[in-house]
């Protein structure tokens, strides 16, 4: 292993004022997301719509450090035949692969789910690499619903297998970004998301220790500690900062050289806001990079205003560009609502 090598990549993922674009929907996932504009889920429209983003150039060079892609996109040629990965590096964003094979029901733990894609899984990093990724990106989601799940084993069970996956991905010279989703459906409140997640969290470390995986050489994806999106009370920035901050704190180790947060279903906004007050409240008592790796809060406004018509293309990449700045201010902790406003 090039523990070196993976280092600067990981360390370029979370480069200062900006994060990742997670483009990296599954088939069924970008067909959602197209019926929800009415446009139909073709190969080409698909290729188009992701084009369209990796083409806006402001937006790429300035605030985004890589983008994850789907197994058919980093295959993908644009429209002029160049390769959608070359289109990427040509602005300076390393490409990444997302290589899990979604979650499935865990044996025994009814509603719970392990994911899967271990089987054959450095073939397939080794083919990634050679088409260009640099980095890669493996889910495991933990619901919160009740107070028996999620379960010790549904948690354990994913750790082991995140770090399986991360442990191959360095023998290929590929940045492993674990991602234990902790959901934010359901009715619980921020505590209990806080103790659900710094459970996952050690769990998670603890596994990665076991499986010899350099820290130095990994990117944390985690959701952040915040209130379920059915509970009556739900916490503001500054207490979704303080007790994400202090939860990770208590959990993740300082060699890692970043964390980057999904977005989960929040608005644009609320996750803009949020990643804002942990950087401009918390910079310096945090030993990690903290930024964005973003799929929804990046892309619902791209995508409404592209609406499957190419006559909207340059709206939805002026969305685009403004969602991207948006966020790299917030990693800078310089974005302040008023900075929405004047879009
Ligand atoms: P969201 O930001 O839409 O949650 O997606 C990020 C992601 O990559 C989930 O795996």
Redesign the pocket.
């Known amino acids: 292993m090039d523990l070196e090598a993976l280092n600067k990549i990981a360390v370029a993922m979370v480069a200062p004022g900006k994060g990742i674009l ?1 483009a ?1 929907e599954s088939s069924g996932t970008i067909k959602k997301r197209f019926d929800s504009i009415n446009a139909e889920s073709t190969e080409d429209n698909r290729r188009d719509y992701r084009e369209m983003l990796f083409r806006t150039e402001q937006a790429m060079k300035d605030c985004i450090s890589g983008v ?1 892609l789907f197994d058919e996109t980093i295959r993908q040629n644009a429209k002029d035949g160049t390769p959608l990965v070359k289109l990427i590096q040509d602005t300076g964003a390393i490409p990444g692969i ?1 290589v899990d094979k979604g979650a499935h029901a865990l044996a025994g733990a009814e509603g719970e789910k392990v994911t899967e894609g271990l089987d054959g899984l450095r073939d397939r990093l080794k083919e990634y690499y050679d088409l260009g990724a640099r980095f890669a ?1 493996w ?1 495991a989601v933990i619901d919160i619903a009740g107070d028996e799940i999620p379960s010790g084993y549904c948690i354990s069970t994913n750790a082991h297998a995140l770090a399986r996956y991360a442990a191959l991905c360095q023998e290929a010279g590929i940045v492993p970004i674990v ?1 234990p ?1 902790v959901l934010m459906d359901g009715d619980h409140d921020i505590d209990r998301c806080y103790d659900v997640t710094e459970f996952t969290l050690k769990s998670l470390f603890d596994e990665l220790y076991a499986q010899d995986v350099a820290l130095e050489g990994t990117i944390l ?1 985690p959701n952040m500690v915040i209130s379920g999106k059915k509970c009556s009370k739900q916490a503001g920035a500054e207490e979704i900062a303080e007790k994400t901050v202090r939860c990770f704190r208590s959990s993740v180790p300082a060699a890692l050289p970043g964390i980057v ?5 929040q608005s644009d906004e609320d ?1 803009t806001a949020n990643l804002n007050a942990m950087n401009a409240g918390y910079k310096d008592r945090m030993p990690w990079a903290l930024s964005f ?7 619902a406004a791209p995508l409404k205003a592209w609406g499957g018509k190419a006559e909207n293309v340059a709206a939805a990449q002026a969305a685009f560009m403004h969602r991207a700045k948006m966020n790299g201010l917030a990693q800078l902790g310089d974005w302040s609502a008023g900075l929405e406003k004047a879009a």
């Open positions: 997670a990296d994850i997302k990106k889910r991602e989703e994806k947060f999904l977005s989960g279903g996750a790796s973003y799929g929804r809060a990046l892309q």
